[in-house]
């Protein structure tokens, strides 16, 4: 029988909101003995807990056939690896970083500079398109360091929140690339994990439709229905159910999570009374 073989980061963050949306698209995963490689009972998946900078390399060789991984890995280290679906998680910045003090006008300023990163490849990229000379020095882990040591002028690293750079005293200059979870595939996945892939990305892309809307019920006027219908972006049409008291009707329909509160403010204004809004736990087309 065939398997599916994913990658997920070991811990952390990442790891925490993959294991998320594997039980959200419906497959169970026991790892209660911290073990590095679990077989999912009700769907055939195989979940390999790897080192977060070691799983660009696994798809390569082809160990596992797809991974969860953040895609300024992809770009660092993923020669050949192509991304099957956004996820829309552990969203962050791969930035240049400068002590405060350093006066910053223009990335010409950071032209000469040792750049202390963990994306050497990434960065060099970057500095060869801004036609400027930066002097790499690579490094793993506590990147922000580097410039109260004087190992290096600036540095370039991720950035979430911006708080280790400021505890560091260090400010964000430039932004190379924003980054996200992203769904990668080996490039060497065969035709009958291809299949399953197929089946897990169907379950995957339900999820995150339903994270990014909301059901919303309301009562309307039977006179203002076709208003409201302009308003609501819709699948395909309203939902509309005459109540018991007469001229009203229910409408229910989806909105956007990213438009709600605009949307909601139109449908007061059209006459829409009752509004109420749920979660969808599960949205299939």
């Not at 929140?161 to 924003?178: H, P, Q, R, Y």
């Not at 990213?258 to 299939?284: H, N, R, S």
């Amino acid at each position: 029988m065939s398997i599916l073989k994913i990658a997920i980061q070991k811990s952390g963050r990442l790891h925490d909101e993959s294991i998320q949306l594997l039980k959200d698209s419906g497959i169970s995963i026991y790892n209660g003995n911290d073990q590095l490689k679990v077989t999912s009972p009700n769907f055939p998946l195989e979940v390999y807990f790897l080192r977060n900078s070691d799983i660009p390399q696994y798809l390569i060789d082809g160990v596992v056939d797809i991974a969860i991984v953040g895609d300024n890995l992809i770009v660092e280290k993923g020669k050949n690896i192509q991304i099957a679906e956004k996820l829309g998680f552990s969203k962050c910045k791969v930035s240049v970083a400068v002590p405060k003090a350093f006066v910053y006008n223009s990335i010409q300023d950071l032209n000469g500079l040792r750049i202390a990163t963990s994306y050497p490849k990434t960065v060099l990229d970057y500095f060869l398109l801004k036609d400027i000379t930066v002097d790499i020095h690579q490094i793993s882990g506590s990147v922000e360091i580097a410039p109260n040591i004087g190992l290096s002028d600036a540095i370039v690293d991720i950035v979430s929140s911006g708080s280790t750079l400021f505890k560091n005293g260090l400010k964000e200059v430039e932004v190379i690339l924003k980054s996200e979870a992203v769904l990668a595939i080996s490039p060497q996945i065969t035709d009958e994990s291809k299949i399953l892939l197929t089946k897990l990305q169907f379950r995957i892309q339900s999820v995150l439709r339903s994270r990014k809307s909301k059901y919303i019920l309301m009562n309307v006027p039977n006179d203002k229905i076709e208003l409201i219908s302009k308003i609501l972006p819709v699948l395909k049409s309203l939902t509309v159910m005459p109540l018991a008291e007469e001229g009203w009707s229910s409408v229910h329909s989806v909105i956007e999570e990213d438009t709600f509160w605009e949307v909601i403010d139109q449908l007061k204004q059209a006459g829409a009374e009752g509004i109420l809004v749920c979660p969808i736990e599960k949205m299939v087309l």
